[in-house]
């Protein structure tokens, strides 16, 4: 079994450049059969994932949601396992993976538009903070700071969406603030879209959020960031197993904190479809030495 990890240098502000010479120090101590292998740009970590050999191996991502979904992408449909060290400026999916007491969880796995995801799929404002957080990157936004300055600059900018959409077999349409549909918990740097969300059941949680004024806007941020949203009368949630949605015209998808644009979205659950190697005492360690 080797240990395989992938580390995004750039996430987190380069904090997963100096989590990998850890990494480095403590697989010698524990004298690890390991690889360390750097990216140098997008669907780089894909690449990497995909031509590592063999099957059980373990395959880390070392970075943000954004690189952990490229590592999925490059693991899923392989025998390998996925193990995530949390660099980046999110880390929302390992907000709920760290919750999980077994080290070695078969979850389940989203698929939107050919493309595999382990979170949460969005469209309406809260998609557009997430395409606009790598605007507040580039200004250099304090770290922690970065989806609080999102959400006020997206704030001006947003326009609702007329969305034609489908939850299971139930058709409606709306003009919605969010759609988001949910694997795991959190999402924008510890926002509690789905409190109650579960990696194994086999369906997403999903969330509809009907279109409401701009000045409240900021009271619904803040019932989402402690999870308690669900009193609103606004917010209408269900359990589904195949999401469709489509608009005429372009609309932005968070996809795992990465972004889609597209028309037309179908999104399906493949139950248990991915091995976890959720050894928290390794990771710690790896996330200490930084």
Do not use: W
């Not at 979850?107 to 790598?134: C, H, R, T």
Request: with cysteine; hydrophobic share 35%.
């Amino acid at each position: 079994m080797k240990h395989v990890f992938i580390v995004n240098p750039v996430s987190g502000r380069g904090k997963a450049l100096k989590v990998s010479l850890g990494i480095k120090k403590i697989c010698e101590e524990e004298k690890l059969d390991y690889e360390i292998h750097y990216t140098n740009g997008p669907k780089d970590a894909t690449k990497i994932a995909k031509k590592v050999k063999g099957s059980k191996n373990i395959i880390y991502s070392v970075g943000g949601d954004g690189t952990l979904n490229e590592v999925l992408n490059g693991v899923i449909g392989t025998k390998n396992m996925l193990a995530v060290i949390p660099a980046g400026s999110g880390n929302d999916f390992y907000r709920t993976l760290s919750k999980m007491d077994d080290e070695m969880p078969l979850i389940d796995v989203g698929k939107v538009n050919g493309k595999y995801f382990l979170n949460v799929v969005s469209i309406g404002i809260d998609a557009e903070v997430a395409k606009n957080a790598e605007v507040m990157k580039k200004l250099k936004v304090p770290t922690s700071q970065i989806y609080n300055a999102s959400i006020v600059y997206t704030f001006f900018k947003y326009k609702f969406k007329d969305i034609e959409f489908s939850v299971d077999n139930t058709r409606s349409k709306n003009k919605c603030t969010i759609l988001t549909i949910c694997n795991g918990k959190m999402y924008g740097g510890g926002y509690k879209i789905a409190p109650e969300a579960l990696l194994s059941d086999g369906y997403f949680d999903v969330y509809i959020v009907d279109k409401i004024s701009k000045p409240t806007l900021p009271f619904l941020l803040g019932k989402l960031k402690k999870g308690t949203h669900e009193s609103l009368k606004e917010v209408h949630k269900s359990k589904a197993t195949k999401i469709k949605f489509k608009c005429d015209y372009d609309l932005v998808c968070n996809v795992d904190g990465e972004i889609i644009i597209d028309r037309k979205f179908n999104i399906k659950i493949l139950p248990k479809s991915l091995l976890i190697y959720n050894n928290k005492k390794l990771i710690n360690r790896f996330m200490k030495e930084v």
